[in-house]
């Protein structure tokens, strides 16, 4: 743990796309720090060591693309069975590639688009509904840097991550009603899976190290932001996109 410390024990929450990187460092520091976690990805397997980690945490697959109504309704209600209501949630389940405009692979474009928005739509849809979460709860999305200002050659995971942060904001109207908040986070470049093929710096475009004034970001220097926005200290945050990416928005742009 860093220098800030949440609080978070009686609280229960979820965190999607918690098997890797971003999420699965989100899923660590909420046990860490006293809540209940159900880690929810596609493979077992890889979701299994998160359990060895913490008894706060528990496990549940799901594939985003292919999980309908009922899918994210069973999830919600065995959770509120297990921990009741759930304080927050957390959507990191995301996949990125290139897709240029000559010849991109157009079901690979979609699926970009489902697992990063529609996805989350869906899960908000179930788990912000009365009956499965708390009367305060707060939700975290994923969006990018691509989503602020483009991602070359990958317009389909540029698009999505745009949606994500235009979506925040709308439908943080029809949570604020209840009660709740929803917010987005745009990371820079972060080394995890996503980004596993450049894991050697060598492999990364000078201009986008030296873009990101700070160097490139790890997961743990984003998911603080997350358990921020989880937290009551957020109480009054709804709406917002928080950019996390080392200064690389500041420019230059060579
Ligand atoms: N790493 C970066 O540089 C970076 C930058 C900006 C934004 N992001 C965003 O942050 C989020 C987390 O990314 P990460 O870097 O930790 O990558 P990651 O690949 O390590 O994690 C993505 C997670 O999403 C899950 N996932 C993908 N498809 C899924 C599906 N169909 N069903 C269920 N789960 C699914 C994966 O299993 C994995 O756990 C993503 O939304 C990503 O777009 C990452
Ligand atoms: O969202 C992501 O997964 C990526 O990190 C990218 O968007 C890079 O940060 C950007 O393309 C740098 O040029």
Redesign the pocket.
């Known amino acids: 743990m860093g220098d800030v410390q949440f609080d978070f024990c009686d609280k229960s929450f979820v965190v999607v796309g918690a098997s890797s990187g971003i999420g699965r460092q989100i899923t660590k520091e909420l046990a860490e720090s006293g809540a209940n976690v159900l880690a929810v990805a596609r493979n077992r397997e890889r979701l299994e060591d998160l359990t060895g980690m913490s008894s706060h945490i528990q496990i549940r697959t799901l594939d985003v693309l292919s999980a309908t109504p009922d899918d994210w309704n069973a999830l919600a209600t065995a959770f509120v069975e297990e921990y009741g209501k759930i304080h927050g949630a957390v959507y990191t389940a995301g996949i990125?590639g290139a897709t240029p405009l000559r010849g991109f692979d157009e079901a690979f474009a979609y699926r970009i688009m489902e697992t990063s928005f529609w996805g989350a739509v869906r899960a908000l849809q179930s788990m912000t509904k009365k009956k499965f979460s708390h009367e305060k709860a707060s939700f975290v999305l994923f969006s990018?840097?691509?989503g602020v200002i483009g991602?070359?050659g990958m317009f389909a995971?540029a698009a999505a991550?745009a949606a994500v942060i235009a979506g925040v904001k709308t439908l943080a109207h029809d949570l604020a009603r209840d009660g709740k908040r929803l917010n987005s986070i745009s990371?820079?470049?972060?080394r995890t899976e996503?980004?596993r093929l450049y894991e050697n710096t060598s492999n990364i475009p000078t201009n986008?190290i030296q873009n990101h004034l700070l160097g490139i970001g790890e997961a743990n220097q984003v998911s603080g932001m997350a358990l921020f926005l989880l937290s009551n200290r957020a109480e009054w945050i709804t709406g917002q996109n928080f950019v996390l990416d080392g200064g690389?928005l500041c420019g230059p742009w060579n």
Not at 187 to 190: A, E, T
């Open positions: 990125s990018s840097v691509a991602g070359k995971y991550k990371p820079g470049y972060v996503m980004t986008v690389y």
